[in-house]
């Protein structure tokens, strides 16, 4: 009786919390996420992304994680500093990672089951949909942190002006996740500033906005935008700023997929599926041609949908900002998900609007159009499911990363102590000739270096003990020779990942591999996406003497 009791209090205080009655499905649905989610992120080993800001945590300096790293990794410093809280004080790398995302997605969660005026049967869907579920709860990453920012904003859309330092926290949450956020966060503040102005001369304009507490709550959400924006300003050798800024792909074909082939890319269809930065994707010409058709499509009944409820200024303005930015500047095939974060926010404050004018969300709408407004989202929510349902199915079946699988092999055999070395950067042309190399680049060490409390790599970072992620820092070439000649004069490195490109350092040698090393191990590697994954395999080489110490035997 007392355990009933307990329960009908909590389910008393959930009704409260939400924003429409709510009753035990949608608690039991937000307890089925978590375990659901635990579940999967048991099978899921973090890759480099996620290794990468965990090593920048647990090895940079306070200093370097707020002043310098963020310029290289275009990411404000608030996630790393998050991390950094349990990475100095020695907690595990892959339970922490998991522990902290599964907290911060059980609390966005939360707010999408009782909070977000969607019908219930959408609502209690969502959370098991690709990206809420797989691409921001399995894969530990700070858009988390974003979706959260985005779901609050909407949560508070209507009450801007009266409680305007509340919206602003929301935005400034949404700033301190990412470079994204930073420019959705001015998008919503400017269609903000535009509906504040709609009837009022340019002189009372400027008056209502200079008087209040939203002045100064708009003048604290920019000051802290500035901050954020200085602290990832690229430096004139960040590598993904100044490294092969044209591409492969026009900068039109970018814009043209921004603006429309990448909204049907985040809810039902599949146009871009390269693993590749945008401006370098392989595209398939027809999938891109019928996602920017489908795209155009969405984009269209958005402004239909938005002019009902008028809420398009609150759509093309931080949806103008992020094509823009995506396509000129960065983009790759994982931030698609922010894309349809926002969307959820646009859809709530939509939804709202037409219940503070009294109506529900379709009404006033033709009934024809009702019947493709449902259609529109049963499709999106049952395609989302279904790439959920084959992104855990591959995840549960494949193994998405090898650090780990290498770093136990290593360590049955003794041979972490020799270090290892892997691929470096470099490019050539179609008769053998390099024509670009960076010493720097040396991203396939970062989730080894995870499972180690030193750089296990012994040519990323000269090997600096606690130097143990990547710098994103393009060198000099004169610095590139001088690390090539210390590689040199290490003489044949004992292991490698991968076959390195030895010739470079020893050219007097013919079939280095051949000759000195035996392949030991091969590790798979499965990178997911969707209801697919892009499969790449690696070898793990030791040389002969060192084979023959251990009594290693060649890989079958």
């Given at each position: 009786m007392k355990e009933n009791t307990a329960f009908n209090k909590i389910i008393c205080s959930l009704n409260r919390f939400?924003?429409?009655?709510?009753?035990?499905?949608?608690?039991?649905?937000?307890?089925?996420?978590?375990?659901?989610?635990?579940?999967?992120?048991?099978?899921?080993?973090?890759?480099?992304?996620?290794?990468q800001a965990w090593l920048i945590a647990r090895?940079?300096?306070?200093?370097?994680?707020?002043?310098?790293?963020?310029?290289?990794?275009?990411?404000p410093p608030f996630w790393y500093v998050v991390l950094a809280v349990f990475a100095k004080v020695g907690a595990d790398f892959d339970l922490t990672l998991k522990l902290l995302t599964l907290a911060l997605n059980t609390v966005a969660v939360a707010l999408l089951l009782f909070k977000m005026p969607f019908p219930r049967t959408v609502r209690l869907l969502l959370p098991f949909t690709y990206f809420l579920f797989y691409q921001h709860g399995v894969i530990c990453r700070p858009y988390s942190i974003l979706l959260i920012g985005f779901l609050l904003a909407a949560i508070l859309w209507q009450q801007k002006n009266e409680k305007p330092f509340r919206f602003c926290l929301a935005l400034m949450l949404m700033c301190s996740s990412s470079a994204y956020g930073i420019i959705f966060a001015?998008?919503?503040?400017?269609?903000?500033?535009?509906?504040?102005?709609?009837?009022?001369?340019?002189?009372?304009?400027?008056?209502?906005?200079?008087?209040?507490?939203?002045?100064?709550?708009?003048?604290?959400?920019?000051?802290?935008?500035?901050?954020?924006?200085?602290?990832?300003?690229?430096?004139?050798?960040?590598?993904?700023?100044?490294?092969?800024?044209?591409?492969?792909?026009?900068?039109?074909?970018?814009?043209?997929?921004?603006?429309?082939?990448?909204?049907?890319?985040?809810?039902?269809?599949s146009a871009y599926d390269d693993y590749d930065e945008l401006r370098y994707a392989v595209f398939n010409i027809p999938k891109l041609v019928i996602g920017c058709v489908l795209g155009a499509c969405l984009l269209a009944f958005i402004f239909y949908c938005g002019k009902k409820c008028k809420t398009n200024h609150a759509f093309l303005i931080p949806f103008a900002l992020f094509a823009l930015f995506s396509g000129i500047v960065y983009f790759y095939?994982?931030?698609?998900?922010?894309l349809l974060q926002f969307l959820l926010f646009w859809a709530c404050i939509s939804v709202k609007e037409r219940e503070k004018a009294g109506e529900s969300a379709s009404e006033s709408f033709f009934p024809a159009f009702k019947g493709i407004l449902w259609g529109c989202i049963s499709v999106c929510v049952a395609v989302s499911l279904y790439w959920n349902i084959g992104a855990c199915y591959n995840e549960v079946i494949y193994q998405y990363g090898f650090a780990q699988q290498l770093s136990d092999y290593l360590d049955q055999y003794g041979l972490s102590d020799y270090g290892v070395m892997v691929r470096w950067m470099q490019l050539t042309d179609d008769n053998g000739m390099v024509t670009y190399t960076n010493t720097n680049q040396t991203v396939n060490g970062v989730a080894l270096n995870a499972y180690y409390d030193t750089n296990v790599v012994v040519n990323m970072n000269g090997g600096v003990a606690d130097m143990t992620y990547v710098t994103h820092r393009i060198p000099s070439e004169e610095e590139n020779r001088s690390v090539l000649e210390s590689w040199r004069e290490m003489g044949l490195p004992e292991i490698t990942f991968d076959k390195c490109q030895l010739k470079t350092l020893f050219p007097e040698y013919r079939d280095i591999y051949v000759q000195y090393y035996t392949s030991v191990l091969v590790l798979p590697e499965y990178h997911l996406w969707k209801g697919g994954y892009q499969y790449s395999e690696h070898r793990l080489y030791v040389r002969n003497d060192i084979a023959r110490k251990h009594f290693l035997q060649p890989e079958e």
């Amino acid at each position: 009786m007392k355990e009933n009791t307990a329960f009908n209090k909590i389910i008393c205080s959930l009704n409260r919390f939400n924003a429409h009655k709510c009753g035990t499905l949608e608690f039991a649905v937000l307890c089925f996420y978590i375990v659901a989610l635990s579940a999967m992120m048991c099978f899921h080993e973090p890759w480099y992304d996620e290794a990468q800001a965990w090593l920048i945590a647990r090895d940079g300096s306070w200093s370097e994680i707020l002043f310098e790293i963020p310029h290289y990794e275009g990411h404000p410093p608030f996630w790393y500093v998050v991390l950094a809280v349990f990475a100095k004080v020695g907690a595990d790398f892959d339970l922490t990672l998991k522990l902290l995302t599964l907290a911060l997605n059980t609390v966005a969660v939360a707010l999408l089951l009782f909070k977000m005026p969607f019908p219930r049967t959408v609502r209690l869907l969502l959370p098991f949909t690709y990206f809420l579920f797989y691409q921001h709860g399995v894969i530990c990453r700070p858009y988390s942190i974003l979706l959260i920012g985005f779901l609050l904003a909407a949560i508070l859309w209507q009450q801007k002006n009266e409680k305007p330092f509340r919206f602003c926290l929301a935005l400034m949450l949404m700033c301190s996740s990412s470079a994204y956020g930073i420019i959705f966060a001015g998008g919503i503040t400017l269609a903000w500033l535009w509906e504040l102005k709609e009837g009022m001369s340019f002189s009372g304009y400027i008056r209502a906005l200079l008087k209040g507490t939203r002045f100064y709550s708009l003048l604290t959400l920019l000051l802290f935008a500035l901050v954020n924006i200085a602290s990832i300003l690229p430096r004139s050798d960040t590598f993904a700023a100044s490294y092969g800024l044209s591409g492969s792909n026009p900068l039109p074909v970018r814009i043209l997929y921004m603006f429309t082939g990448s909204l049907a890319d985040a809810t039902f269809f599949s146009a871009y599926d390269d693993y590749d930065e945008l401006r370098y994707a392989v595209f398939n010409i027809p999938k891109l041609v019928i996602g920017c058709v489908l795209g155009a499509c969405l984009l269209a009944f958005i402004f239909y949908c938005g002019k009902k409820c008028k809420t398009n200024h609150a759509f093309l303005i931080p949806f103008a900002l992020f094509a823009l930015f995506s396509g000129i500047v960065y983009f790759y095939l994982q931030h698609i998900d922010v894309l349809l974060q926002f969307l959820l926010f646009w859809a709530c404050i939509s939804v709202k609007e037409r219940e503070k004018a009294g109506e529900s969300a379709s009404e006033s709408f033709f009934p024809a159009f009702k019947g493709i407004l449902w259609g529109c989202i049963s499709v999106c929510v049952a395609v989302s499911l279904y790439w959920n349902i084959g992104a855990c199915y591959n995840e549960v079946i494949y193994q998405y990363g090898f650090a780990q699988q290498l770093s136990d092999y290593l360590d049955q055999y003794g041979l972490s102590d020799y270090g290892v070395m892997v691929r470096w950067m470099q490019l050539t042309d179609d008769n053998g000739m390099v024509t670009y190399t960076n010493t720097n680049q040396t991203v396939n060490g970062v989730a080894l270096n995870a499972y180690y409390d030193t750089n296990v790599v012994v040519n990323m970072n000269g090997g600096v003990a606690d130097m143990t992620y990547v710098t994103h820092r393009i060198p000099s070439e004169e610095e590139n020779r001088s690390v090539l000649e210390s590689w040199r004069e290490m003489g044949l490195p004992e292991i490698t990942f991968d076959k390195c490109q030895l010739k470079t350092l020893f050219p007097e040698y013919r079939d280095i591999y051949v000759q000195y090393y035996t392949s030991v191990l091969v590790l798979p590697e499965y990178h997911l996406w969707k209801g697919g994954y892009q499969y790449s395999e690696h070898r793990l080489y030791v040389r002969n003497d060192i084979a023959r110490k251990h009594f290693l035997q060649p890989e079958e």
